[in-house]
């Protein structure tokens, strides 16, 4: 017999998964199991996504439910791997405590890059694996180089298409193809959770909508820089005429943001709503059917946009795609795909008429230059495509997705000043500018 085991974290990503399951992404098994992941900092005190509201109306599509973080014990998801020696022993465990016996185990999980998906997929080394994408990551190359062992079971890529025409990258050094979990699937599968939603505060009909993110958290932004970006949400939205605004904070936010926006509306004469529980932003979209949706670099964007029909507007991504270090920060490419494709809240008239910036081919072609630059030795070939694009796109409104320092390391077109384009490109003359600074810095000791 075979088991399914599908490796869940958030109620986004379980909906992903059930709306593959509908639309028979997944060949028949003897059973399917849902393995619950809490990767919260401290997960005993944030709700696992079995028991947050709307779960039970996806709970029908497994067999049964289990828990990742039981299982290990004492050890947290996200900074526990078992050791090469002791995988034999983690998979007889696992087959005992789930009754797996010796039934042909297959494994479905997101991020395979981190742990706790990479851990769980050495456990059962046999297993074929398949990656599900439940955001705009899937665009983005893969963070880190995956051990064979892994990347060669991997059969395929399930995401969801919020970009028409553009591939994903994540995956394509292994060949990887990749597959769309159908649209019309998805949205039936959100409509089942609407409709289990309590916390949607009854306002006006087509309010504006504000989706918070929590980038301080990971040192991008101070807290006080992510304060004034909620803030021009709110001021962005009064100035395109809205008076009803409802704002989506994320569940790690500090309540005195709250009160920041709440402040903000009453100086600007108008309601601002902010949601005191967690719910999905596509739960909102069909229970307020907002006038407009607007935040930074959320996935929820592309939602809305894509499967809603709902206008979208981003904001802060200019400060953003010069904040994010490391360049190979896997926030870059959804970073460079909302700002390249969504209208800034600030310009009027593109809101009004939802303007594209770029059309899928040349979003392509930018988002494949953009991921070579981040991991150019994991995606060696697609130096060809970045050095065309590159040379094609000297403009100040491309090299903004890159930075020159990047660029020079690489030999790319943009790096090297046009006065000194002269300079043969040879790893000569590269190892004399490496001496020139290091001798410089020893200077500056």
């Known amino acids: 017999m075979t088991t399914q085991l599908f490796l869940a974290s958030t109620l986004y990503g379980t909906a992903t998964l059930a709306a593959a399951l509908d639309s028979g992404c997944f060949s028949p098994a003897g059973r399917r199991i849902l393995v619950v992941t809490n990767n919260a900092a401290v997960p005993e005190t944030t709700p696992s996504l079995d028991r947050q509201a709307g779960f039970e109306r996806l709970r029908d599509r497994f067999d049964e439910v289990v828990s990742w973080n039981e299982a290990i014990a004492p050890f947290h998801p996200g900074g526990w791997s078992p050791r090469r020696d002791d995988v034999p022993l983690w998979e007889r465990y696992l087959r005992l405590l789930w009754r797996l016996g010796d039934d042909d185990v297959e494994l479905a999980v997101e991020s395979i890059q981190v742990d706790p998906a990479l851990g769980f997929c050495r456990i059962f080394p046999d297993a074929p694996v398949t990656v599900y994408a439940d955001g705009l990551m899937s665009y983005g190359p893969t ?100 008076r009803t605004v409802v704002f989506a904070p994320h569940p790690s936010a500090p309540p005195r943001w709250s009160r920041a926006l709440e402040q903000e509306g009453e100086r600007l004469g108008v309601t601002v709503t902010v949601l005191g529980a967690p719910v999905l932003a596509e739960v909102l979209y069909q229970r307020l059917r907002p006038a407009l949706v607007a935040g930074c670099f959320s996935t929820g964007l592309l939602t809305a946009s894509r499967l809603f029909g709902l206008p979208v507007a981003r904001t802060g991504t200019d400060l953003l795609l010069r ?38 081919e040349e979003l392509g072609e930018l988002v494949r230059a953009v991921a070579y630059a981040m991991q150019p030795k994991i995606l060696a070939a697609l130096r060809p495509q970045a050095e065309r694009y590159l040379a094609a796109h000297r403009d100040a409104r491309t090299l903004r997705y890159f930075r020159r320092r990047r660029l020079t390391s690489l030999a790319l077109p943009g790096g090297v000043p046009p006065q000194l384009a002269f300079v043969p490109r040879t790893a000569a003359v590269r190892r004399v500018a490496r001496r020139a600074r290091a001798l410089r810095r020893g200077r500056g000791r």
Request: no cysteine; glycine share 8%; hydrophobic share 45%.
């Open 143 to 242: 963070r880190t180089r995956i051990d064979p062992l892994v990347g060669t079971r991997i059969g395929r890529l399930l995401h969801l298409d919020l970009v028409p025409g553009l591939r994903p990258v994540l995956l394509t050094e292994f060949g990887v193809p990749a597959r769309t979990v159908p649209a019309d699937a998805f949205v039936k599968v959100l409509g089942e959770l609407a409709g289990a939603a309590t916390a949607v505060p009854e306002v006006p009909d087509g309010p504006a909508l504000l989706l918070g993110q929590y980038l301080s958290a990971l040192d991008i932004f101070s807290p006080e820089e992510e304060e004034e970006l909620h803030l021009r949400m709110v001021r962005g939205a009064v100035a395109l005429g809205h």
């Open 323 to 360: 904040r994010l270090a490391p360049y190979e920060n896997s926030n870059r490419v959804p970073v460079t795909i909302v700002d390249a494709l969504l209208p800034d809240l600030a310009d009027r008239e593109a809101v009004r008429e939802q303007r594209r910036g770029t059309d899928a």
